[in-house]
C-alpha cells in the first residue's frame, strides 16, 4: 500500500447473484468498469435524494447562524443563562 492518502473512499457491499448479473450486463453494455457504473448510479441517487434534504426542518437549522453574523454572542446575557 503506498504512503500516500487517498481523498477516496471505498465502498464495499453484497448483492445477489441477479442483481449483479444485471449490474454486469448493463456495465458490459455502457462498456465501463463495474465501479464506474456504481459511482454513476451513486451520484444520481445523492444527487435525487438531496432535495428531499432540503424539505427537512432540522437542515433549515443549519447554516442560519450565519445570519447572526458580526454579533458577539459573550457579550449577550440571554446566553448564558
Do not use: H, N
Amino acid at each position: 500500500m503506498s504512503a500516500c492518502v487517498s481523498s477516496w473512499k471505498v465502498v464495499q457491499t453484497e448483492l445477489d447473484p441477479s442483481s449483479y448479473g444485471r449490474l454486469k450486463l448493463l456495465a458490459d453494455r455502457k462498456a465501463q468498469p463495474i465501479k464506474a457504473v456504481l459511482r454513476e448510479a451513486v451520484q444520481e441517487l445523492l444527487a435525487r435524494e438531496e432535495g428531499t434534504v432540503d424539505d427537512e426542518p432540522f437542515f433549515g437549522l443549519v447554516g442560519s447562524a450565519r445570519k447572526l453574523k458580526g454579533r458577539d454572542w459573550s457579550q449577550r446575557k440571554a446566553w448564558r443563562s
